[in-house]
T-cell receptor, first 114, second 113 residues
């Protein structure tokens, strides 16, 4: 079936602008994760949604970052007032929510802040 | 807190040679362990995972990994590398399969003829 999809695949923006990154998880998956992959920091967890529970936002690096998940499916990661250090690949993953389940990753959105 | 160390940033092997990628983790309880592979411009693909039971796990593409609790290690192996295996490999640890993962910095594998 269809995997995790993300859009856009690439985004170039100017410092100070807001950006929205979209993630479409695998149908039926209740858990959704956002990670960031940057040269200096490797892969870092950002935020995690599980069903109707309050999201785990413990990985968000600043209050400029926020995410929502509408209808338990699609998720949007928003970065306000982008900075050059926000340049990275943003990866989304989803899983069916069980303890022994696997996180399936999307292809990522490559963000470049000029 | 959990952490993962992949000591080798870059490894080069000849096609047909054996491969071992090292991974050491830090976690107080029995960990959930994963190996993912990332080809250039692609997302992460799961190679294999360990939750419990047999400490030698088989994965896709001919890869296997062995969990050694005494050494806090989960090394990835392949008996004969193919040129298509050139990619970046990430080891990850989690409290379970459905909680955020902590990743190592990755090991880049180059394959030469």
């Amino acid at each position: 079936g269809a995997g995790v999809s993300q859009s856009p695949s690439n985004k170039v923006t100017e410092k100070g602008k807001d950006v929205e990154l979209r993630c479409d998880p695998i149908s039926g998956h209740t858990a959704l994760y956002w990670y960031r992959q940057s040269l200096g920091q490797g892969l870092e967890f950002l935020i995690y949604f599980q069903g109707n529970s309050a999201p785990d936002k413990s990985g968000l690096p600043s209050d400029r970052f926020s995410a929502e998940r509408t209808g338990g499916s699609v998720s949007t990661l928003t970065i306000q007032r982008t900075q050059q250090e926000d340049s990275a690949v943003y990866l989304c993953a989803s899983s069916s929510g069980g303890r022994k389940e696997t996180q399936y990753f999307g292809p990522g959105t490559r963000l470049l802040v000029l | 807190a959990q952490s993962v160390t992949q000591p080798d940033i870059h490894i080069t092997v000849s096609e047909g040679a054996s491969l071992e990628l090292r991974c050491n983790y830090s976690y107080g309880a029995t960990p959930y362990l994963f190996w993912y592979v990332q080809s250039p411009g692609q997302g992460l693909q799961l190679l294999l995972k360990y939750f419990s039971g047999d400490t030698l796990v088989q994965g896709i593409k001919g890869f296997e990994a062995e969990f050694k609790r005494s050494q806090s290690s989960f090394n990835l192996r392949k008996p004969s590398v193919h040129w298509s295996d050139a990619a970046e490999y990430f080891c990850a640890v989690g409290v379970s399969g459905n909680t955020p993962l902590v990743f190592g910095k990755g090991t880049r594998l180059s394959v030469i003829a």
